[in-house]
């Protein structure tokens, strides 16, 4: 345990290093300082603000999602465990690649008291829904900002292609798992057969039941949360307004800079793009491609002053949801919440 402790502190610290390496390196290879310096005094506190709440109410609508997917199937369950809940999702999935944060929050829930089965289903559905409006709202955004992508990205059809192909694969998957036990118990056998076949695993079937009950646990539980339509609309349509929170934050940086100029629909359109296109980095909190990402969409808006805006940006939307994270997952622990 020791051990695993000691790797899991070296793995955040290299994480944390790597992104601080990636904004340095912009900042140091630009007039990024310079910039930052001469505009760090004409900034306009009132719009970042406004960028700091948009990121409060993103956490808060995450914990609220949770909370009414949970109390779907546990109807005591609480809000702080939610909110709780979701901060360790944010704090995993910006500590570790493809921002993996579910396993942890699945992990967090079956501390708290909830069976892993049904714990599964929660965070399962809740990312499934997060999946489909995030490939909708993106795609809507394309489909209308159409001449705006195409002059950003060269090869907009591959990238909107590999999105589709990536995000379907997800969606398919986790459908299948929840909907038909039967085809994914054949699934489960043949991947067991391939790690028999491989030697990968000592005890194939011993892992195979051990899977297949876990399964068969979140199959019911899913099967209870299917029958329930107008929770799914309801959290989409939340999630819909999360994400549209976290996509206006460049815009409000962007007034903080005492810019205009810059359509707000382009930029929201934007950030949708750029954050689901992060999702397939397979860095710690899309590292590199979060902010490569950031340069190409929206310098021709900033100018000048892109690179502390991109530093900006990284601190409210990122480094503060590892700050708040850890926060809220040691004061969690301390008062036995988990």
């Not at 709780?84 to 921002?99: D, H, N, Q």
């Not at 909830?114 to 993106?138: C, D, E, P, R, W």
Request: charged share 15%.
């Amino acid at each position: 345990m020791k051990g695993s402790a000691t790797a899991k502190k070296r793995f955040t610290v290299i994480t944390l290093c790597l992104s601080v390496g990636v904004l340095l390196y912009f900042l140091f290879t630009t007039d990024g300082i310079d910039t930052l310096w001469r505009i760090k005094s004409n900034i306009e506190p009132i719009w970042l603000l406004w960028a700091v709440l948009a990121v409060i109410g993103r956490w808060l609508i995450e914990g609220y999602v949770l909370l009414i997917l949970s109390r779907h199937l546990d109807p005591h369950w609480q809000f702080r465990k939610s909110f709780t809940v979701g901060m360790i999702g944010f704090l995993y999935s910006a500590l570790t690649p493809f921002a993996a944060g579910e396993p942890m929050e699945i992990y967090a829930m079956n501390r708290m008291g909830m069976g892993a089965g049904a714990s599964g289903s929660v965070i399962t559905v809740k990312a499934l829904i997060y999946q489909v409006v995030m490939l909708g709202y993106s795609l809507f955004f394309v489909a209308v900002k159409l001449a705006y992508f195409r002059q950003i990205l060269i090869h907009l059809a591959l990238i909107v292609l590999a999105t589709l192909i990536i995000n379907g694969i997800f969606i398919t998957v986790m459908l299948t798992v929840m909907i038909n036990a039967k085809l994914t118990k054949k699934i489960l056998r043949l991947s067991m057969k391939v790690i028999y076949a491989t030697r990968f695993c000592r005890h194939p079937r011993r892992l195979y039941r051990k899977i297949y009950r876990q399964l068969i646990s979140f199959h019911d539980s899913a099967a209870i949360m299917g029958r329930s339509t107008p929770l799914y609309l309801k959290a989409g349509v939340l999630t819909l307004i999360q994400i549209t929170f976290s996509s206006v934050i460049p815009f409000f940086i962007y007034r903080s800079f005492h810019l205009r100029g810059a359509s707000f629909f382009t930029m929201l359109a934007a950030d949708t793009f750029v954050t689901m296109a992060s999702e397939f980095v397979p860095l710690p909190g899309a590292t590199g491609g979060a902010e490569g990402g950031f340069f190409l969409f929206f310098q021709s808006a900033f100018g000048s002053a892109i690179i502390p805006a991109i530093l900006l940006w990284r601190v409210i939307t990122y480094y503060s949801s590892i700050v708040f994270g850890y926060l809220t997952t040691s004061i969690a622990s301390k008062h036995h919440l988990m």
